[in-house]
């Protein structure tokens, strides 16, 4: 048995993030899955873990907790610098830290559960204005996301150079997000081939929602 713990959610996006950087570590980890929609993220067990009650939580050997994926994922590069997940100098690890923030603090905030539940109940919004509204804050993004992954000189393969790091693992998990409200991904050709190449990557496949234990 694993001594790492991921409380987590099979089709959170931020969960998605930190089991794919624990699978290119090639860290074993515990599942533990708290079902978003039925509010187990606010049960007594996660606030305990975290006061916020939000998913991921990596719980460590040591019972240490870390919250927040992106957190998460830097404390593991530099904890096990085996595949990073940054590049080596300190201009390449701004630009991949820019790329991955323009997903993780532009478009999620506004795109998450809670957010969406909150325009429903609050606001009276129905599911086409939802998904209107998760469109309309994707494409906010993606259109520079797209211009600058296509035209900057150090793209590669992957958002930067030949291998993944933590722009793509963002990248991937809010396109495979971008699925579930039907996101046209015709206008962002090299996000959508920077994400394919990703998800044949065992890595990335393995943590597919579809793979999980608590999938439905």
């Known amino acids: ?11 959170s996006s931020t969960s998605f993030r930190v089991r794919v950087a624990l699978n290119l570590k ?11 929609r039925k509010g187990e993220q606010r049960s007594d067990a996660m606030l305990k873990l975290n006061a916020q009650g939000l998913v991921p939580v990596l ?13 998460i994922m830097e404390w593991l590069d530099e904890t096990y610098p085996k595949a990073p997940l940054l590049p080596d100098t300190i201009a390449d690890r701004a630009r991949v830290r820019s790329l991955a923030q323009m997903i993780a603090c532009e478009i999620h905030p506004l795109n998450n559960l809670r957010v969406l539940a909150t ?19 994707v494409a906010a993004t993606f259109e520079p996301l797209e211009n600058r992954l296509a035209s900057e000189t150090y793209t590669g393969d992957f958002c930067h150079g030949d291998t993944p790091g933590i722009a793509d693992i963002c990248l991937s998990a809010q396109v495979i997000n971008n699925a579930r409200f039907a996101v046209d991904m015709a206008p962002y050709p090299t996000i959508a081939a920077i994400h394919k190449r990703c998800m044949v990557l065992e890595a990335f496949d393995k ?3 579809a793979f999980q234990p608590d999938a439905e």
């Open 119 to 137: 325009l429903k109940s609050k606001f009276g919004a129905d599911d086409e204005a939802v998904a209107d509204w998760f469109k309309t804050w």
């Open 207 to 209: 943590a597919k929602p």
């Open 26 to 36: 090639g860290i074993d980890y515990d599942y533990q899955s708290y079902h978003l």
């Open 1 to 11: 048995m694993s001594n790492f713990i991921l409380h987590n959610y099979f089709r």
């Open 59 to 71: 719980e460590l050997p040591d019972s240490t907790v870390l919250s927040q994926s992106m957190a």
